[in-house]
């Protein structure tokens, strides 16, 4: 099994940060909007995230701790299906009203690491991008 993980400072405050990654449902769609262009719960704990290239990722809620500000899910399949994926999220403080933001993903089949590990780098710079703006609007 390979990991992906990834890690990005953030300009905002971690409870900000958290309450995007912290919604399970819409969480997604604030994250990286644009690259992801729905998603919603499919069934209790399970959402369907539809990507803007077609992808759709069925996703199953393994975790949400709110006072460590950690979620962890799986992708469970639809157009994604990944022999085994496991994936965690966590906001954790980075100094005065800073965030660091840790993804990991531990995935099978390994050559899924690849386009994995692209979309995750993708996909962070969409979200530092707006949160940061959206900081700007709130001072």
Avoid: C
């Avoid at 995230?49 to 399949?77: C, H, K, N, Q």
């Avoid at 157009?79 to 990991?104: C, E, K, Y």
């Amino acid at each position: 099994m390979a990991t992906v993980q990834k890690e990005i400072i953030i300009d905002a405050d971690p409870t900000d940060v958290w309450a995007i990654i912290g919604d399970f449902a819409n969480g997604p769609v604030q994250m990286a909007p644009g690259l992801v262009t729905d998603s919603r719960l499919g069934e209790p704990d399970v959402r369907v995230v539809t990507f803007a290239d077609g992808t759709v990722a069925r996703e199953r809620l393994i975790t949400l701790d709110e006072e460590t500000r950690r979620l962890v899910y799986s992708v469970i399949g639809d157009t994604m299906r990944p022999v085994h994926d496991n994936a965690s999220m966590q906001v954790v403080p980075h100094g005065d009203g800073r965030s660091r933001f840790l993804w990991i993903h531990d995935v099978r089949p390994d050559d899924l690491t690849i386009p994995m590990g692209a979309a995750m780098d993708h996909g962070l710079s969409i979200f530092k991008r707006t949160v940061e703006s959206a900081g700007e609007y709130l001072r």
